[in-house]
């Protein structure tokens, strides 16, 4: 079935430092991929997201690429600040096979300090 | 405009009770969808309702069951409750069978059983 693979976490670095977060998918066809973000003590937020191979999705200084031949979508930010410490989650939706559902990766927790 | 909406944001319930979990949608929203977040288990999807009716079912138990009212707002019943079911419930909503590219989450409910 569908999956979704995250880099292990936690991720700490400090404020500034360049972000990567590596995100792999399993997936028999063309999935759209999206990157949430969850805050401490709050409900998930989407961060971005990606409907087809090659697109770009970008949020507050966050960027995605959907690379269809490594079944990838990595996250990365130029510059990290304090605020961006949260847990970031990767899914993916494939309307064939898993209809409406997101298919979650396990999470990466990231730590800016100052 | 206001987002997701869920109530109660903490419940504690013994085990063999029940526990009720509810959920409004963003307004214009037809979808509602229910994730478990666990401890350790990452985030599984649990139910999707669309125009009241039952869309899709993650693998759960039947004890785990919900409605959605003609308002298109959603409860969780959780019956015979477990000790492995104290988890964060996270509701979410889309536009419905029309788009559903993107799920817009509350939250949560924070259920805790002893």
Same mark, same amino acid.
């Given at each position: 079935g569908d999956s979704v693979t995250q880099m292990e976490g936690p991720v700490t670095l400090s404020e500034e430092a360049f972000l990567t977060i590596n995100c792999t998918y399993t997936a028999t066809g063309y999935p759209s991929l999206f990157w949430y973000v969850q805050y401490p003590g709050e409900g998930l937020q989407l961060l971005l997201k990606a409907t087809k191979a090659d697109d770009k999705g970008s949020n507050k200084g966050f960027e995605a690429t959907y690379r269809k031949e490594?079944?990838?979508?990595?996250?990365?930010?130029?510059?990290?600040?304090?605020?961006?410490?949260?847990?970031?989650?990767?899914?993916?939706?494939?309307q064939e096979t898993s209809g409406s559902r997101l298919t979650f990766g396990e999470g990466t927790q990231l730590t800016v300090n100052p | 405009e206001a987002g997701v909406t869920q109530s109660p944001t903490h419940l504690i319930k013994t085990r063999g009770q029940q526990a009720t979990l509810r959920c %409004?949608?963003?307004?214009?929203?037809?979808s509602v969808y229910w994730y478990q977040q666990a401890l350790g288990l990452g985030l599984q999807f649990l139910l999707w309702y669309d125009e009241g009716e039952e869309r899709n079912r993650g693998n759960f138990p039947p004890r785990f069951s919900g409605r959605q009212f003609p308002n298109y707002s %959603?409860?969780?019943?959780?019956?015979?409750?477990e000790l492995e079911d104290s988890a964060l419930y996270l509701c979410a909503s889309s536009l419905g069978?029309?788009?559903q590219e993107?799920?817009?989450f509350g939250p949560g409910t924070r259920l805790l059983v002893l």
């Open positions: 490594t079944t990838s979508f990595h996250l990365e930010k130029g510059s990290v600040q304090v605020s961006d410490s949260a847990v970031y989650f990767c899914a993916l939706r494939y | %409004s949608p963003i307004s214009g929203h037809t %959603s409860e969780l019943n959780v019956n015979a409750l069978l029309a788009d993107t799920q817009y």
